[in-house]
T-cell receptor
Framework: NAGVTQTPKFRVLKTGQSMTLLCAQD?????MYWYRQDPGMGLRLIHY???????AKGEVPDGYNVSRLKKQNFLLGLESAAPSQTSVYFC?????????????FGPGTRLTVT | AQTVTQSQPEMSVQEAETVTLSCTYD???????LFWYKQPPSRQMILVIR??????QNATENRFSVNFQKAAKSFSLKISDSQLGDAAMYFC?????????????FGKGTHLIIQP
């Protein structure tokens, strides 16, 4: 099992450019999440999905869009990147229900917007 | 809304000694889960330990244990026999229970330094 993988690992964008971050998991998890981590801050939830075809906003959704066309993939899009979106982005997933509520994290993507 | 507070931006401990990282949280829920995650320089988020709010017994995992004080809404992490590999950022996190899909709410983290 690869667990949760993220593509790319690093990216530099110019202001106004667009890009898509890909998250993939091979654990058959229903729930998937996108977080961002800024210096001196913990992770903050951007968007999440409870299943194929569904998405919902988290704490800091502005400037991002997401899609979950396949159960195993969760895409995070930036339509017009801004310097404020410079951050490290983490994807996570977990099973539905169960007693543990543990989320499994990908390795992160470091995005710099100049 | 729930909040998680880690009041120690940085802690330093001698190798082989014991260190305690503090975390407090605020919630009106009675069903919830608490976690400590470790983030080494590789930036991978690694689960260290979890605690179910309905369990009175404090969780332990080898050298890691928690002091869960539900009434005080406190959830500290104790690391015994500190090792150089324990050096990392440590994040306290909360999630509401009840079968929902809520994301984790994180504290700002504590940078743990291990002195050889």
């Amino acid at each position: 099992n690869a667990g949760v993988t993220q593509t790319p690992k690093f990216r530099v964008l110019k202001t106004g450019q667009s890009m898509t971050l890909l998250c993939a998991q091979d654990m058959n998890h229903e729930y998937m999440y996108w977080y961002r981590q800024d210096p001196g801050m913990g992770l903050r939830l951007i968007h999440y999905s409870v299943g194929e075809g569904t998405t919902a906003k988290g704490e800091v959704p502005d400037g991002y869009n997401v899609s979950r066309l396949k159960k195993q993939n969760f895409l995070l899009g930036l339509e017009s990147a801004a310097p404020s979106q410079t951050s490290v982005y983490f994807c996570a997933s977990r099973i539905t229900g169960g007693p543990l509520y543990e989320q499994y994290f990908g390795p992160g993507t470091r995005l710099t917007v100049t | 809304a729930q909040t998680v507070t880690q009041s120690q931006p940085e802690m330093s401990v001698q190798e082989a000694e014991t260190v305690t990282l503090s975390c407090t949280y605020d919630t009106s829920e009675s069903d919830y889960y608490l976690f400590w995650y470790k983030q080494p320089p590789s930036r991978q988020m690694i689960l260290v330990i979890r605690q179910e709010a309905y369990k009175q017994q404090n969780a332990t995992e080898n050298r890691f244990s928690v002091n869960f004080q539900k009434a005080a809404k406190s959830f500290s992490l104790k690391i015994s026999d500190s090792q150089l590999g324990d050096a990392a950022m440590y994040f306290c996190a909360y999630v509401r229970g009840g079968g929902g899909a809520d994301g984790l709410t994180f504290g700002k983290g504590t940078h743990l330094i291990i002195q050889p």
